[in-house]
C-alpha cells in the first residue's frame, strides 16, 4: 500500500543567483497535521512563476521516496529533506515507471488525477545545489509528477494513499515524460498519449507538435518541435558570397538589392517570411557589421530581394545606400527565421507598419504565385505617398487574389495623395478601428512593424476574437527576454562584458541581432552566460539541455556541448546553455 510520507508547502522567496535574484517557490518544508488540498493549491502552497508552475493542472507535485534513495547514491548526497525536489507530497510507491497518466488516487479526504510529469526548469537545480538536476531527472526517468484535485480535502502525513482507477492506454509518467524530451517521439506513441483526456493541455500541444512533424516529414530536420519552433535548417553553412544584382529605389528612404549567385544558378528557394543575414565590412568599422534583412521577394525566385530602410546615422544601411554597387559581392548567411507563412485554407491577414511590410510582402508574393482562394487582407501603415513603399507591387499582387482586400493608413498624408484612392485611414490604425472591420477569427495574422504597432495590434486583434497562438509576429531587432522567475531584469543595451575572465581570448562571438562581436574567454562556461555579461536579451529554462527553449540559429561557426543535450537541437541551430565556441561563430541574437 503506497502511503504518504510527508506533506510540504511553501510560499515564493526572493532568492540571490548568479548575481540575479530570482522568485522561487521551490523551497517547500514539511508541514505537521491535516492540510487542505483545493483546487489551485494547497492552503499555505504557492509557485513564483505561474507561466511554468501551478494552476488547475499542476496543482499538486509529487515525488517518490524511491527517487529519494536513488539520487542519495548517485549524488553521493545524505542531507536531503522531504521537500527538497519542489514537491508538495513526498511519497512512498507510486514510482514514476508505474504510475499513469490519467490514473485518480484517494489520499486522506481529497482525490486526485495525474495530469503530466513535472516541468523541467533551472530551479529544482538550484535547490539541491545541482545545475545539470533538470537534465539528471528526465535523463534517469525519474520526473515526478503534477496532479490535479477532483474533489477538495484534507491530506496529512501518514494517510494512506487508494488508487481509485487507471488512465486509460496506461502510458506511464516515466514513459511520457521520455516521449516529449528524449529522441524517438515515435508515433503510435504520441497518438496513444493523445488520447488520455485527463494529459493537460500544455503537453497535448507539445506532443501534437511532434506528431504534426512526423506527418510533414519536417521531423528529418531534427530537434523538437514539441519543446520549440526552429528556423528550418538552412541551404548552406555560414556565409556564402552573393553578387548584387540590382538596386532599385521603393520609396523615400528604402531601396532594394537583388542578391544572385556569383555563378548565375538559381538560388535555393526560401520560405515565406525569411530573412538574410549579412556580414559587412566597411572602412571604418574596428570588426564586421552584420544585419539582418527579410527577404521582401518572391519566394522561390532564382535571386533573393531584400529591402533596406536607409536609417539616419545607421552603420549599415547607409553603408549599403552608399558604397554598394551593382557587381560587388557580399557575405550571405541563408535564409532562416521561423515568421513563415503556414499552410492553411483559412483568412490571412498581412499587417504591417513601414519597413515591417517586407516579410509579409514575401507572403503576399507567395499567395499570388499560387493564385491563393484564401482571403487575404493587406493592411499597411505609412507616413504618405512618398514614404509608401511596394504600393504599385502590392496592387498587382492583390488583383491576382479572388479574396484580397487592402487596407492603408497615412499618418501624415501630404496634398497629393488621395484620400479613398491612395489610401484608406487618414492617420493610424486604431485599435478601434481594426475592431471595427471585424477580421476573420479563424485568420492568422502576420505582424512587422515598430514595437508600438505591434503591441497595438496584437492588442486589436485579440480583442476582436483572434486566439493569441493565430497572432504571429517578427521583430527588427532582438528578441524579447524569457528568464524565467529572474525579478531583477536589466534594462542595459548589449555592451561589451565588464571584466572579461582572465587568459588569452578566444574566437569571437558575434550576437547579430543586438550589433556586438565580443571576444569568447573559456571562465564564461557557456554561450548563455557570455550572452548574459553582455545583456544580450535572451531565453532559456533548464540551462542543461533539456528544454529547448534557449534553441538559437546558428549564422556561423559551430558549437561544442558540455553536457550534450538530451536530444539535439535543429540543424543549423545551437542549444547555448550547454554549449561553447570552438571558433568564431554567429548566432541570431
Ligand atoms: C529578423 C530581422 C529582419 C529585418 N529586416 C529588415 C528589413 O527588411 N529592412 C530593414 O531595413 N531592416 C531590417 N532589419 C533591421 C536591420 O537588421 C538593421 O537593424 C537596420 O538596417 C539598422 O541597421 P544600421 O546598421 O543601419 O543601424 P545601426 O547603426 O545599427 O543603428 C540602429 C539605430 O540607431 C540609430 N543611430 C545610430 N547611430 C546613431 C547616432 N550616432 N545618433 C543617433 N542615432 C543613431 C540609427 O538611426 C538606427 O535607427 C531586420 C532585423 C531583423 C532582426
Ligand atoms: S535552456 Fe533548456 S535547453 Fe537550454
Known amino acids: 500500500m503506497a502511503a504518504l510520507v510527508a506533506v ?77 525536489f519542489g514537491e508538495n507530497l ?78 486509460p492506454e496506461e502510458m506511464t509518467v516515466a514513459e511520457i515524460d521520455a516521449l516529449l524530451y528524449l529522441p524517438g517521439h515515435a508515433r503510435p506513441q504520441l497518438e496513444r498519449a493523445l488520447r488520455i483526456p485527463a494529459l ?29 519552433t526552429s528556423s528550418p535548417p538552412p541551404a548552406w553553412p555560414g556565409f ?45 568599422q574596428p570588426s564586421p557589421v552584420i544585419r539582418t534583412y527579410s527577404l521582401s ?24 545606400r552608399q558604397h554598394v554597387k551593382t557587381g560587388d559581392v557580399l557575405d550571405v548567411a541563408a535564409p532562416r527565421g521561423t515568421f513563415l507563412l503556414a499552410d492553411a485554407d483559412t483568412p490571412v491577414l498581412l499587417l504591417s507598419a513601414g519597413v515591417g511590410a517586407t516579410p509579409v510582402l514575401a507572403m503576399l ?10 482571403a487575404v487582407w493587406w493592411l499597411h501603415a505609412a507616413r504618405d505617398g512618398e514614404n509608401h513603399p511596394f504600393a504599385d507591387e502590392v496592387r498587382a499582387l492583390l488583383s491576382q487574389l479572388p479574396a484580397g482586400r487592402s487596407f492603408l493608413a497615412y499618418s501624415r498624408p501630404s496634398d497629393a495623395d488621395r484620400p479613398g484612392v491612395d489610401y484608406t485611414v487618414g492617420g493610424r490604425f486604431t485599435p478601434e478601428w481594426i475592431r471595427g472591420l471585424e477580421p476573420p477569427r479563424d485568420a492568422d495574422a502576420y505582424l512587422c512593424g515598430p514595437s508600438t504597432f505591434m503591441r497595438d495590434m496584437t492588442g486589436a486583434l485579440e480583442a476582436a476574437g483572434l ?40 574566437p569571437s562571438v558575434a550576437f547579430a541581432r543586438s550589433g556586438l562581436t565580443v571576444p569568447w574567454h573559456p571562465g564564461y562556461g557557456t554561450l548563455l552566460e557570455l550572452a548574459e555579461a553582455c545583456d544580450v536579451p535572451v531565453r532559456w529554462s533548464c540551462r542543461t ?6 534553441e538559437t540559429a546558428l549564422l556561423s561557426g559551430r558549437v561544442e556541448y558540455a553536457p550534450q543535450p538530451l536530444e539535439p537541437p535543429a540543424g543549423g541551430s545551437a542549444l547555448i546553455c550547454c554549449s561553447t565556441p570552438p571558433a568564431d561563430v554567429v548566432l541570431d541574437l
Request: with cysteine; net charge neutral.
Open 467 to 506: 486566439p493569441s497562438s493565430r497572432i504571429h509576429t517578427e521583430v527588427f531587432g532582438a528578441r524579447s527576454a524569457l528568464t524565467p522567475g529572474v525579478v531583477t531584469g536589466s534594462a542595459r543595451a548589449p555592451h561589451q562584458p565588464a571584466a572579461p575572465p582572465g587568459g588569452r581570448p578566444g
Open 90 to 167: 513526498t511519497v512512498d510507491g507510486l514510482a514514476d515507471d508505474e504510475v499513469c497518466i490519467g490514473d485518480r488516487y484517494g489520499i486522506g479526504g481529497a482525490v486526485f488525477e495525474v495530469t503530466q510529469p513535472r516541468v523541467t526548469c533551472y530551479r529544482v537545480g538550484l535547490r539541491l545545489g545541482e545545475p545539470q538536476m533538470a537534465a539528471l531527472l528526465v535523463s534517469h526517468r525519474r520526473p515526478g509528477f503534477y496532479m490535479r484535485v477532483l474533489t477538495e480535502g484534507p491530506v496529512r502525513a501518514g494517510d494512506e494513499i487508494v488508487k481509485i482507477s487507471s488512465g
Open 297 to 320: 521577394g518572391r519566394p522561390g525566385a532564382e535571386t533573393y530581394r531584400i529591402s533596406i530602410k536607409q536609417e539616419p546615422h545607421g552603420v549599415a544601411s547607409t553603408y549599403l
Open 545 to 550: 539541455g533539456t528544454c529547448h527553449t534557449c
Open 200 to 228: 493537460s493541455p500544455g503537453w497535448k500541444t507539445s506532443l501534437r507538435a511532434l506528431l504534426d512533424d512526423a506527418d510533414h516529414g519536417s521531423g528529418a530536420a531534427g530537434g523538437n518541435r514539441g519543446l520549440t
Open 8 to 84: 510540504n508547502v511553501g510560499m515564493p522567496k526572493d532568492v540571490p543567483w548568479h548575481g540575479r535574484t530570482t522568485r522561487t517557490g521551490i523551497w517547500k518544508s514539511p508541514v505537521a497535521g491535516p492540510v487542505m488540498a483545493r483546487r489551485l493549491n494547497l492552503d499555505g502552497d504557492g509557485q513564483g512563476d505561474l507561466a511554468g508552475h501551478g494552476g488547475e493542472q499542476r496543482a499538486v507535485l509529487v515525488y517518490q521516496l524511491s527517487s529519494y534513495r536513488h539520487w542519495q547514491e548517485y549524488l553521493e548526497r545524505d542531507d536531503f529533506t522531504y521537500g527538497q
Open 240 to 284: 556564402h558570397r552573393l553578387e548584387v544584382a540590382g538596386i532599385e529605389p521603393e520609396s523615400a528612404s528604402i531601396f532594394s538589392l537583388t542578391l544572385a549567385a556569383v555563378d548565375g544558378e538559381p538560388l535555393p528557394a526560401a520560405l515565406p517570411g525569411q530573412f538574410l543575414t549579412i556580414r559587412l565590412r566597411p572602412d571604418a
Open 365 to 374: 508574393h507567395a499567395l499570388a504565385a499560387e493564385r491563393s482562394q484564401r
